[in-house]
């Protein structure tokens, strides 16, 4: 068996569902190697059960918060505090090298030869080249690194307050001492510089080894149409309809059936969808293929909700001005009827 692994981390159930594609993305790229998936207490004991299913290692550890509240808030992004949970991957002293990939990414070709770079190889980051983005990084499991990357994070912190900070400032000769640790930008391009730059990922994008969805382009998080299964794509990610359309195909195909109802999240989607079921449990209630029931419009309008919160709004389809000025009228008791009897006093007075 491989001593080499892919490494993923999911913290809850949603994370969980992006890890299951992630895997799923690999075997379909015809990896030789192991999977491996970290996993916290927010994950449940159903999606375990699945986990456990798909990769050769499901390892719990604990949550590792950074607790830098003035750092995050430069970012906005509070939550990445927990991406710390992350340097737990050196623990993994089972495998002689690994590759990390976070769970919000997917490999659309085979990348085994990423194997071949050695500690700490990754690819520049589209917000600042000199510094490496971490959602995919060449690492050796390392339980002395992982002592020292702590004491690091406790002496020096993030300048970020995530993980990126840290390891951008612990493997800090990155930029300029090795060349060939700087991976090519196809094994991790990041889903905001294909908007950025589109020209160069028109030109090169189908050369695209591993696709990273930062930011609210998160795939489970898009609006999509389960009764034809497809993803209905926002306007500022339609550069990306068929590679978040094959996230959803993986999905479909091969998670949603092994889905079920008592599969939950994080607490802010249980708000969302309800405490009796998260994101996950609320999937495992989607019938594809099928006319939609009352039961499951209802569904897809809380998970509108959550996307147009995400900041994906389906501004061309069930979320356009004109469906929205509808909704506003019914809730106000007009109809078209009742608006143009509120027209016509005036337009008989103009007349007279």
Request: contains cysteine; charged residues 20%; proline residues 4%.
């Amino acid at each position: 068996m491989s001593k080499f692994a892919w490494v993923t981390l999911a913290t809850n159930d949603s994370y969980s569902l992006g890890a299951l594609v992630v895997a799923a993305s690999l075997k379909r790229a015809a990896t030789a190697h192991q999977l491996a998936v970290l996993i916290t207490p927010g994950v449940s004991a159903a999606m375990r059960t699945k986990l456990q299913t798909v990769f050769d290692v499901v390892q719990e550890v604990n949550v590792l918060d950074s607790r830098d509240s003035a750092n995050l808030a430069l970012l906005a992004r509070p939550e990445l505090g927990v991406t710390f949970t992350k340097l737990h991957c050196w623990n993994l002293t089972q495998f002689d090298k690994c590759v990390f990939l976070d769970a919000d990414t997917l490999v659309l070709q085979n990348c085994d030869e990423l194997f071949e770079r050695e500690e700490l190889s990754a690819a520049p980051d589209v917000g600042w080249p000199d510094c490496f983005n971490s959602g995919v990084f060449v690492f050796r499991p390392s339980q002395d690194t992982f002592g020292k990357l702590l004491d690091f994070a406790v002496k020096s912190g993030s300048f970020d307050g995530g993980d990126q900070g840290l390891l951008n400032l612990y493997f800090s000769d990155w930029a300029h001492s090795d060349i060939s640790k700087h991976l090519p930008f196809v094994y991790n391009t990041c889903s905001t510089a294909t908007y950025s730059y589109l020209p160069a990922f028109k030109q090169f994008g189908r050369d695209v080894k591993i696709l990273h969805f930062i930011g609210t382009s998160k795939p489970w998080l898009q609006n999509f149409d389960p009764q034809t299964r497809t993803v209905r794509t926002p306007e500022n990610y339609s550069h990306l309809a068929c590679h978040l359309q094959t996230w959803w195909s993986i999905f479909f195909d091969q998670i949603h059936p092994h889905l079920t109802t008592d599969m939950t999240t994080s607490y802010a989607f249980e708000d969302i969808l309800g405490s009796e079921s998260g994101i996950a449990g609320a999937l495992a209630n989607v019938t594809l293929g099928e006319q939609r029931t009352p039961e499951q419009e209802a569904l897809e309008s809380q998970m509108r909700r959550q996307c147009w919160e995400s900041g994906n709004i389906d501004y061309m389809g069930r979320d356009s001005f004109e469906n929205i000025l509808k909704r506003i009228n019914l809730t106000m008791g007009e109809t078209p009827e009742t608006q143009k009897e509120d027209v016509l006093p005036e337009a008989k007075e103009g007349n007279q």
